[in-house]
């Protein structure tokens, strides 16, 4: 997982920032206890507010019972229930080193670019609270210490506007002393700060925040940590959160927490994010990250947008339609502001893989969980194992690796079954008797991204070199769609189309007349590669093909099924010599294989480059031989292109002739003038005169030879079939 080390650090109201989710170990939810009722604690001296001063700090003695104010740290800060609400102010030249705060009264205390510290006593064993009324809001300043707060009212732990606030465990981090100078003989900070979220407690975080130096933060049952906007808690290796049973972290934005600085933890060491209650995603439609050690046996939920949570341990989820749930670590982080996120689940080259799973209607009990390492021999990376319901979905993997996407290949383990993923048909229909097809592969600069449909998301996905694949990925491989295929040059028709094998060894091809059907015995074997190769396809009806050689694990792999569209050979030839507007004009030709078939007569009238051919009513059956004669009246003199078109039969598709014939079609001769009786004589010295030949007539034009192929016209959108277009 991607390791991002950074502190959230105010500079002139811009923050350089890190991510990082914290984790942590927490007790069960209860009542804060409060550190102002009972008896004193040894040592100790509790300190009571009673507002009698003109203003709100709290190192005013006027505002404390007696007028005297603290002056040491072995005091316990009371807050009590007063007349009205009422405010206390900490700032930067007045900070707070005590043992306990109480705050059972409606009080905000506001800590601004200064310390609010609390130690617990001696044992550590004097809680702090604020109670139900209370608020604590922090201004860019440290709150924590090494003693617990209990908090039923409410943490404004940061807000946007204001500098960068920090859980932190010790003064002497704070700041920057030597250990030894702060009576550390260990050389090590104490870490035994907690900050406890009670029920109906809530803390906040609507802009960038840090938990420092070993802090641990427990949202316990009915307990809310909320981070709004694009807020984010930068979060040390050696820190943690805990989310206990009925306990909410909530993600209202595009929020993230991730890794802050690193304290001496070692790699792969994060934050720790034990979630036993729930972790939501309640608005942001962008991509939110968790880049910690997550584990516990809580849900998530993911309600909109996106949720990538690093780490091996299994994520069990429950997910709006639409909403992404997946395995990714943080990417580059960035320079960021209070509206802005430093970084964006992404590949990089400590996680080179991601996976993230987008249902397309309500899911729950989904359960996503990343391998620590490599399942299969020739694995890329740990597979992702995936439980979810049966229902339609996308998958999208990115791997970090050099290879073209194209050369990559999707499998999927289920019940020991390995399944190599095809590829989608048009507009990314899943391929007959098959649950899942990729329907995008693409990358660069050494990113590769695919993405998969599935019907039913179940099993174990592992991305692999491809061993074997065809270099043209069409459908279909051989000919083409149907309404759109033009007649192959012979029957039985020889496609040689090309393989990429990914290491030298034997391949076998073969063919079956459903997609995906299991195969038998091979039409054809050969042994090549490392590199491409070309193999034959016998056509002979229509059908799929696929060609198998020994993956990277040792095992066979399949391209995968590819159509092959079969057809007729179809030769013809006019029988008349000369073309007259208006008089039969005749075609024979011969269909192979022989048998009884339709012939449709195509025809244009050619005036421009080109043009397309259209139906004529002219149809005929062939004989058993396959023979045919087709006779066509063109109406109008000029050049017309003819074709004919047999109709699919049996194992065949319907297909138009690959060639056509040109034919100059002439004007008939005009009729005799009629006869002009002159100077009525007797019979014997009546004359006629034949009519003058008609000025301009030329001699018939001898037809032309065959044309060459022509190639399918653009496809209309309402038409269910092709146009086909001829070149003058």
């Known amino acids: 997982m991607t390791r991002l080390r950074a502190l959230a650090v105010a500079t002139g109201g811009l923050m350089t920032v890190s991510l990082l989710a914290v984790l942590g170990s927490a007790g069960p939810a ?17 300190f009571v507010w009673d507002g009698g001063a003109t203003n709100d700090r709290w190192d005013s003695a006027a505002n404390w019972t007696g007028d005297v104010a603290p002056a040491s740290e072995a005091v316990i800060l009371c807050f009590p229930d007063l007349a009205a609400p009422y405010a206390v102010e900490v700032t930067d030249d007045s900070p707070v080193h005590v043992q306990a705060i109480g705050a059972a009264g409606d009080v905000t205390i506001t800590v601004t670019d200064s310390r609010f510290l609390v130690y617990g006593g001696p044992g550590r064993d004097v809680l702090s609270s604020l109670g139900p009324l209370a608020e604590l809001r922090l201004r860019g300043g440290y709150f924590g210490g090494t003693g617990t707060v209990e908090l039923a009212g409410t943490l404004e732990w940061g807000a946007t506007g204001f500098g960068v606030s920090t859980l932190d465990n010790d003064i002497c981090d704070i700041q920057g002393l030597d250990l030894a100078s702060c009576g550390h003989s260990t050389g090590k900070l104490a870490t035994s700060g907690r900050l406890r979220v009670l029920d109906h407690g809530l803390a906040t975080v609507g802009r960038g925040v840090n938990l420092s130096d070993g802090y641990a933060v427990d949202v316990a049952s009915g307990g809310r940590l909320l981070l709004t906007g694009a807020g984010y808690v930068a979060a040390d290796r050696d820190t943690a959160i805990t989310v206990q049973p009925g306990g909410t ?3 209202a934005g595009d929020a993230i927490v991730f890794e802050g600085k690193p304290n001496d933890q070692t790699e792969p060491d994060l934050a720790e994010l034990v979630n036993n209650g729930t972790v939501l995603k309640s608005a942001g439609g962008g991509a939110s990250a968790l880049n910690v050690n997550y584990a516990g046996s809580g849900r998530v939920d993911v309600r909109t947008g996106g949720l990538s949570i690093s780490g091996t341990a299994p994520i069990t989820g429950d997910l709006r339609a639409g909403a992404r749930l997946g395995t990714a670590s943080c990417g580059v982080p960035g320079v960021a502001t209070d509206a802005a996120r430093p970084c964006l689940p992404a590949a990089t080259a400590e996680d080179p893989q991601i996976a993230v799973l987008s249902p397309q209607q309500p899911v729950s009990g989904v359960v996503v969980q990343e391998g620590a390492v490599p399942a299969q021999t020739g694995d890329l990376q740990p597979a992702v194992s995936i439980a979810s319901p049966a229902v339609p979905s996308t998958l999208y993997l990115e791997l970090q690796d050099q290879r073209p996407a194209t050369e990559l290949t999707v499998f999927r383990t289920r019940s020991g079954l390995q399944q190599r993923i095809p590829l989608c048909g048009a507009g990314g229909a899943l391929p007959a008797g098959v649950t899942a097809c990729i329907v995008g592969r693409r ?3 050494g990113r590769a991204q695919l993405e998969v449909v599935t019907s039913d998301p179940n099993g174990l996905w592992s991305l692999r070199p491809s061993a074997v694949d065809f270099v043209r990925l069409v459908d279909p491989l051989v000919g083409a769609r149907e309404g759109c295929a033009v007649s192959q040059p012979t029957y039985p028709f020889v496609a040689r189309e090309q393989i990429r094998l990914l290491q030298a060894g034997s391949y076998a091809l073969y063919f079956a007349t459903t997609e995906n059907a299991s195969a038998g015995a091979p039409v054809a074997t050969g ?4 590199g491409l190769t070309q193999v034959p396809i016998r056509v002979t009806r229509n059908g799929w093909v696929a060609v198998v050689a020994t993956g990277v694990n040792g095992q066979p792999e399949s391209t995968g099924s590819f159509r092959v569209v079969a057809t007729p050979a179809i030769a013809f030839r006019k029988r008349s010599r000369a073309a007259v507007a208006g008089r039969p004009f005749v075609i024979e030709g011969r269909v192979r294989p022989k048998g009884r078939r339709t012939v449709d007569l195509y025809a244009v009238r050619v005036t421009g480059s080109s043009g397309f051919l259209a139906r004529t009513k002219v149809h005929v059956r062939t004989d058993r031989k396959g023979r045919f004669r087709v006779v066509h009246r063109p109406k109008r003199a000029g050049r017309w292109v003819y074709a004919v078109q047999v109709r699919g039969k049996g194992a065949l598709s319907t ?6 014939v040109r034919v100059s079609v002439r004007a008939p001769a005009p009729a005799p003038a009629p006869t002009v009786v002159r100077n009525v004589r007797a019979a014997e010295t009546t004359a006629t005169a034949p009519s003058a030949p008609a000025p301009g007539t030329a001699p018939p034009v001898d037809p032309l030879d065959l044309i060459g192929p022509f190639y399918p016209g653009r496809v209309q959108r309402a038409a269910a079939a092709c146009r086909f277009q001829v070149a003058r």
């Open 30 to 46: 209860q009542a804060a206890a409060d550190p102002c009722t009972g008896a004193v604690p040894a040592g100790l001296t509790r």
């Open 249 to 251: 972290l909530e993600l």
């Open 443 to 445: 990358g660069s600069g």
């Open 527 to 530: 042994v090549a590669g490392p």
């Open 655 to 660: 297909a138009m002739s690959r060639q056509a």
